[in-house]
């Protein structure tokens, strides 16, 4: 079996033609989807980059790995203590090392590790490229790579080849030579008007607000032309998404590449072909701009397109997953994976237990087929956990990442999946019952956590100062909000975070 891993970063499903955008975003993916499945609801457990990676290579939810932010302790997976062997469990249980055991040769294509220190995420790869620019790099620069692979390796039996791109990831990095496909182009869904943006602007502070696009200010950086610094109105908020789609037209013309060239090569027909993301994007919800800090529907929101070979074709298979579900999936359609003999020290040759549920007669047949209700996270930003049930989405904020977010919300996806109007206030019962969800999950998880000593991470994270991206801002930012004419946000701030001054 041949395997290919298309990690799109920062993807909103939303912004494809196969999931019914009406701009040619997405011409290559869309081609692959027809045939495959595309997968309507699928969420990573744990957001942003380097948690939702964590949790798609062990399977398993942060609040078990530890690993749930982007500094401090929780951006390191918690220790493994006196069992662990020689190699730990990303050298013998996460997902390439599960695919070598299957006997593939494993490599990947990406400079995620060395952008967030995650020297992990390499574990059970037999090799890996790094293209050296730490997630600014181009998709002309990384799908070179796959194609020079893919011509020395590529007709080999058995390979798991993960190729990874950032073009829809802030800073906006397209090559100004690729023009600007999109300016003529009328916005497909005019859901944000002249009010919604007065309101982020006057009462939605917080870092990569509408005021404060790349952060904590306005200023723009040379380097980085296309990105927006502050959305003053429509005018720029159409240039923003019109950059963000770019960035993904972009990506899809370079990956065209590789699926022309595996096409090329006779290998297209026999290919598994995986195409997804780390999370997705807010553009505008939630009060936040190019930005993917709430656990939120538009960032937790991954597509998953997966081309099998026998499996079903052009089909689309509703149902809610979770990104780490590929992993017991992946076994699955390969027939099962022979386990790992380890050091009979140790004892039990195969003792994980992931959190992962397959799917694979979804991908096989394209049935419908999922979960009751997801919980999602984020901690890098804010410290957020989610409930996705129904046709709703439940926000439980415990740390707001400067962003005055109540502590409770609730939106209607499928009537409003820009998330405009919280309906919290008005139907108290759906809020009480997922909470209720959200205890019994967090009381189940935890329990398993016992034998390791482990506290939750969330409460970690606010314990040391709070979100990353957040910590060390608050004193100089609340002047701002006072020098720019927002001092009734800098004042509910410091009332709000009293104790970080």
Not at 116 to 124: D, L, M, R, S, V
Not at 268 to 286: F, K, N, P, Q, V
Not at 450 to 479: K, M, Q, S, T
């Amino acid at each position: 079996m041949r395997i290919l891993y298309v990690d799109i970063d920062t993807l909103r499903p939303d912004h494809l033609g196969c999931y019914g955008y009406a701009r040619g975003t997405s011409p290559n993916i869309d081609a692959v989807a027809r045939d495959g499945v595309r997968f309507t609801d699928c969420y990573c457990s744990d957001a942003p980059c380097l948690p939702s990676r964590a949790a798609l290579m062990t399977g398993r939810f942060g609040i078990h790995t530890g690993c749930v932010g982007h500094g401090g302790a929780n951006a390191e997976m918690c220790q493994e203590g006196p069992g662990r062997g020689m190699a730990d469990f990303n050298g013998r249980y996460n997902l390439p090392a599960v695919m070598r055991r299957a006997g593939m040769h494993t490599a990947s294509i990406s400079s995620f590790p060395d952008r967030h220190g995650a020297w992990w995420f390499n574990g059970g790869f037999d090799e890996t490229y790094n293209i050296g620019k730490r997630g600014l790099e181009g998709a002309h620069e990384v799908v070179p790579v796959a194609l020079d692979w893919l011509e020395r390796k590529g007709k080999n039996e058995n390979w798991f080849l993960h190729v990874h791109v950032w073009d829809p990831h802030i800073p906006y990095r397209t090559p100004e030579a690729f023009g600007e496909p999109f300016a003529e182009s009328p916005l497909p869904d005019a859901w944000m008007t002249e009010e919604i943006l007065a309101a982020h602007r006057a009462h939605k502070p917080g870092g990569h607000s509408a005021c404060e696009v790349t952060g904590y200010d306005s200023t723009p950086n040379p380097a980085t032309p296309r990105q927006p610094v502050e959305i003053k109105d429509l005018g720029d908020f159409k240039h923003m998404v019109d950059e963000y789609d770019t960035g993904i037209l972009y990506a899809d013309t370079k990956l065209g590449q590789i699926f022309d060239r595996l096409r090329e090569l006779g290998l297209y027909e026999d290919t598994a072909i995986i195409i997804s993301s780390d999370h997705g994007e807010d553009l505008g919800e939630m009060g936040s701009y190019c930005e993917h800090g709430e656990a939120d529907y538009a960032v937790t929101h991954i597509p998953l397109i997966i081309k099998w070979p026998g499996g079903a074709k052009n089909a689309v298979s509703r149902g809610f997953h979770y990104n780490l579900d590929l992993l017991p999936t992946l076994v699955d359609l390969l027939g099962g994976v022979p386990p790992f003999t380890c050091n009979p020290v140790v004892g039990n040759p195969n003792p994980v237990t992931y959190d992962g549920e397959s799917y694979a007669g979804c991908v096989r047949t394209g049935a419908d087929g999922g979960r009751e209700a997801l919980v999602v996270s984020q901690c890098a930003h804010v410290c957020q956990r989610s409930v996705r049930f129904g046709d709703y989405i439940y926000i439980r904020t415990y740390h707001d990442g400067y962003h005055l977010t109540p502590a409770e919300e609730l939106f209607n996806i499928k009537e409003d999946p820009h998330e405009t109007r919280d309906l919290a206030g008005e139907k108290p019962e759906l809020c009480w019952h997922a909470a209720w969800y959200l205890e019994r999950w967090v009381a189940q998880n935890m329990l398993s956590n016992i034998d390791r000593r482990n506290a939750d991470p969330l409460w970690n994270v606010i314990a040391e100062g709070g979100p990353f991206h957040c910590r060390g801002y608050l004193a100089d930012y609340c002047r701002r909000l006072e020098d720019t004419g927002r001092a009734d946000c800098a004042a509910a701030l410091r009332r709000e975070h009293a104790r970080e001054l």
